[in-house]
């Protein structure tokens, strides 16, 4: 089992985009040039938001979180991008509606069953309007790391076997 990074690397502040595609393309780029995943990441993370949307209308400030399959990624990490303006999502589950996504949390899980156990513990995020704003506002990256680890309940350093 390995262990997760989330580091400041991966934390993108003030992105500004048109499109879920553009932001989707700019923090899978990031992800690459960090070599937590493969080039392919980049194309498989788009294509499959297409086919299974990732938008959540949590309270205050909706989030997304794209993933795509393990065979694209290098090691397991999570990158946490906030826009500057929201951008549209596709709700999960449904093809006609969307939110404005203000926060994107991609995940790139190396094995099957890690990505739904970071999933369950990032629903505490997701359901808690005063963290989102936290993390929507929060200027510091290491400010933004130490709560997710608190959230997330990972060590200090940002890793811990999920």
Known sequence: MSTLLIDQSLILQNIKANTKEEVLTLMASNMREQGVVKESYIQAIIDREKIYPTGLPTQGVSVA??????????KKSLSVGVLTEPVHFVLMGEDDRTTPVKLVFMLAMDEDHAQLSLLQKLMSVFQNAECLSYLAAEEDKAKIIAMLNHALELPEKGDEKI
């Open 65 to 74: 979180i794209p993933h795509t399959d393990r065979v694209h990624v290098n």
